[in-house]
């Protein structure tokens, strides 16, 4: 279901907490790992913080050090924390296996490593180049999902499944973007500086989607599975193919919300 009302952190954290609690009755297995993740905590950034740093935790970086880090990036910046709970609803409005908060929010790593990505991109701008790149280089182990922390990416961006997804260093994905498993947003060559895809709102990009060079994707386009884009996407057209054409328009104005993976 498509909803076009803003959520509120509040609102988001009182659902979760409330399907956190009726989940621990009903498979009291759960309950401590539901107990540690969520329900200890006062807050959505707080639990936030703690699904992050537990998986981002290694041998050699203890996980308290990793919550303090995010939940200072979250303290400075209040947009990564809106930004995540926009992510999150992305996930319920479009995801037709998302009946919940619970489920991205504990075990989605599109939506974990976008979060990752948040956090790094903080540090980046810091200035706090290195540990950013530490984030970078666990989460790509941790969730197959490789974000550099310098691309910019907006908020409700829906990253499903997650699986191979690329963005590189200077990629730009607006609102409302949705991707599937397999999107690259590449580099062409060895050349250096802005040389990464322009993603505008409301862009679908289906599963295994190549978007290669220093090239639009216009607000409302949808790109096919598997399709290899090497030149600019005109706004509100359906590109396919290898190399990527246009094979149609899409029925809506925003494919990401309808998710719709036919060609029109």
Aim: charged share 20%; proline share 5%; with cysteine.
């Amino acid at each position: 279901m498509i909803s076009t009302e803003p959520v509120t952190s509040d609102f988001v954290w009182q659902s979760l907490r409330e399907e956190a609690q009726n989940t621990a009755e009903n498979e009291p297995m759960l309950a401590p790992f539901l107990q540690q993740c969520i329900l200890s905590h006062d807050s959505f950034g707080d639990a936030l913080c703690c699904v992050l740093s537990s998986e981002m935790a290694a041998p050699l970086m203890a996980q308290k050090d990793i919550f303090v880090t995010f939940r200072d990036a979250l303290l400075a910046d209040s947009n990564i924390e809106l930004s995540a709970i926009a992510d999150i609803h992305a996930h319920v409005d479009r995801d037709p296996a998302s009946d919940s908060y619970l489920c991205p929010f504990l075990y989605y790593k599109g939506y974990h490593a976008l979060q990752v990505y948040r956090m790094a991109n903080w540090l980046w701008k810091q200035g706090r180049e290195s540990i950013a790149l530490f984030f970078q280089g666990r989460a790509s182990r941790e969730y197959d999902v490789d974000i550099h922390p310098a691309a910019t990416i907006g908020k409700a961006v829906m990253i499903d499944h997650g699986s191979g997804v690329v963005i590189g260093e200077t990629a730009v994905v607006e609102d409302d973007v949705s991707m599937l498993h397999g999107v690259t947003l590449g580099g062409t060559g060895k050349q250096c500086g802005d040389r990464h895809p322009k993603i505008r709102r409301g862009v679908l990009l289906s599963a295994g989607a190549r978007i290669l060079g220093n090239i639009e994707v216009g607000e409302g386009a949808k790109v096919g599975a598997s399709s290899l884009v090497l030149e600019a996407v005109p706004p509100h057209t359906t590109y396919a193919g290898v190399p990527a054409k246009q094979v149609g328009k899409p029925h809506s104005a925003s494919p990401a919300f309808s998710m719709n993976q036919d060609f029109e």
